[in-house]
């Protein structure tokens, strides 16, 4: 028998890994060599969005710009932060505000990356759309921190940012007409674009679905209770894993991420009891969890959240939370059972083992199955029970079984795993982010950002 020559077997070795590192980063790759191919443009459109309202936007825009033939780029505000705006004269920004003036997760490195460079702008100048709810105290603030440091590196405005108040129509139509005002836009391009924003502003629309069941799952746990709660689903109602069941009742609005899939008829939420100081239950979980009677109607609606949807190019995925943010994991970890990608790692944190165990039976199933590759929980305040079946339990917080688990989660983001993250966004969600950045580096963290590899529903 001929056997390879030393030589030979190195090269064959090499070439093997090189293949495998190359199918591993397929997609950035694929990403980046689009966007060279690209011709030079003029003008950019950049969005920071939070629930897909702005990269709608920006994207409709650009189908504007191409329709009478001048070419323009549409990037998110943190792939802009990487690209060279020496090359442009025109940026139009299209950008929402998160919570009390916070960044969207694909927008927040722009401002650190433009103040730590320091650029003169004085050749180009920018307009801005800042997407906003006036219910919150830091109305579209995002956006005018946008506006405020372009014009600190000397950019200059076409025009004041115009704010938009909950996607108000009046608002979106007077930026296309500052925009023709101006001749950036021409104005007989102007004409269809009532037929593109209705599904944008449309009333949401409710459905009355009935409780079938409820259900306390960490009786006894020194936390607030948390319950599984059931609901009747009808045909016409459709979502996907990530987005989020909005309760509208006494003309409010309360949020709870989805924990089911279509294919499972019922929509499932995981739902927290809420006390004000005076000890009176919280109108949404109250309501859910105590008041509404079983077999009784609820007005749901589903709101679209696509900066939380699968990733079905992920060859393994992590899932990391907390709490109820378990809901919207366990959403994703039963769309890829019905897909059957196995690769899966869940690191779930709580308080007690011996009491915070929702879901146990089924995470049990999945790590038996091996359709949890990898489970890992974290328990504040014990960690060591008989009914823990399978997975490795740690003491403290996720991000110290993270930490515990640093060599494995670098092994898996080499390989091209994604993350997801859902939970709470004070303690959690920052705890998560800052190990991450000490195990994996900044850069590598933001590039995973930036990827669309690192996404997160919290609250």
Known sequence: MLLASPAVQASLILAGYSAFTFW??????????????KPKANTIIAYASESGSAAQLSYELEAKFNAQSNHCICLSLNELARYPLTNIDTLLL???TYGEGEAPDNGRYFIGHLTSQQPNLAHLKHAILALGDSDYKQFCQFGIDVNDALSHANSQKIFEPILVDKLAPEAISSWYEKLSDKDILKRNKLEDRVRVQPDLHSKKHTHALTLTSRQQVNVGSPGAPLFEINLTVPSELKWQAGDIAQLHIDNKVREYSIASVPEENQLTLLVREQ????????LGSGHLC??????SANNISVRSNPKFHPIDDANKLILIGNGSGLAGLRAHLKHR???QQKQNWLIYGERCASND????????????TEHLAQLDFAFSRQTLDSRVEVGQSHTGYVQDALLAQSEQLKTWITEGAAILICGSLQGMAKGVEDTLIQILGSSAFEQLS???RYRRDVY
């Open 357 to 368: 165990l929702p879901w146990h039976k089924q995470l049990t199933a999945w790590s038996k």
């Open 24 to 37: 591993c980063y397929r997609k950035p790759l694929l990403t980046y060599w689009q966007k060279v191919k």
């Open 450 to 452: 930036e990827e669309g």
């Open 275 to 282: 006390k004000h100081p005076d000890g009176k239950l919280g």
């Open 290 to 295: 105590h008041h509404t009677a079983i077999n």
């Open 337 to 339: 059972e019905i897909k």
């Open 94 to 96: 299209v950008v929402s």
